[in-house]
């Protein structure tokens, strides 16, 4: 049986892979790591927790020690807007904490280590429509460039150190137990608490901008899978594009208005996270991880948003 250590288990995801991880591997042998006092009651309530920041690397070896940790998720990054204002900070985190998880890895026995990248390592020069999974990579942003980094690294690792490491270029994930934070895809999430508390939203992408979006459910079954998947069929690493649905701003208030029919968008387009959507592919062609892995994706933009309807409104006691 595996020992996990989550970190960044109080963010979006982290928040909705640790109960299915718990479910899967056991409560006692999966440990949520939040940063400072993050982490949400359903996982302080429930099995292990502990507190690390990935900057203070013995930080992450006394609780690979303390608690015979064999795998790893890194869910901590700081996303994509906020990079651009603090891009040191970003370094700090998406950079050198990495190297502190994989060299912790590697001095401390740990046989396997998930990361996520993200749609946000592609760039201007990368076609833009049903994006290859192997393709010209030239982010223009510090979150991008991180995420490139991510997925060479991990490589490397995996190729060099002896560590089995692997990963997913994340869409947007869309999710209603915790929000993201300062990402440039949030608006698709924020959408649904304005849509049902204020019936009102102004959203910070212009209409038309189509990005690649997944539903949390479908996310975490991706992670699950890889981590899973036999070694030998894995002839990629961390590089691996996963599709769910792609819609534009315009589409999903449209969606969102059939099941409320006074639900009004309004636009004031951000000129920061609009010139990062901007660099950032319409869809992608999810081909290699199917071959190695069998991923395949539920949810499509309808099912998606009847489902957040249906947990937000009993989240928010609507
Ligand atoms: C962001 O918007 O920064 C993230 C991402 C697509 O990686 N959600």
New binding site residues.
Partial sequence: MKKILVIGAGG?IGSDLVPVLQKTFGFNNVISAGYQNDLPDHILNKGPYTYIDIRNKKQIEENIQKYNIDTIFNLA?I?????EKEYLLSYEVNFTGLINILEASKSNNVKQVML?????AFGSYTPKEMTPNDTIQNPNTI?GIS?VFTELIGNYYSDKKGIDVRGIR????ISWKRE?T?????YAVDIFYKAILEKEYTCFLDKNTK??MIYMPDAINALVNLLNAEKSQLKHKVDFNINSMSFTPKELAKSIKERIPDFKMLYKIDPL?QS??DS?PNSLDDNIAKEEWNWKAKYNINQMVDDMLYNLKLKLNK
Avoid: E
């Fill in positions: 979006q990054s996303l994509s807007a906020l990079a996520v990248s993200s749609i946000a979150y995420k994340l869409p947007g994930v993201p300062a990402g440039t895809t949030d990005l690649p996270r990062i959507a950032w």
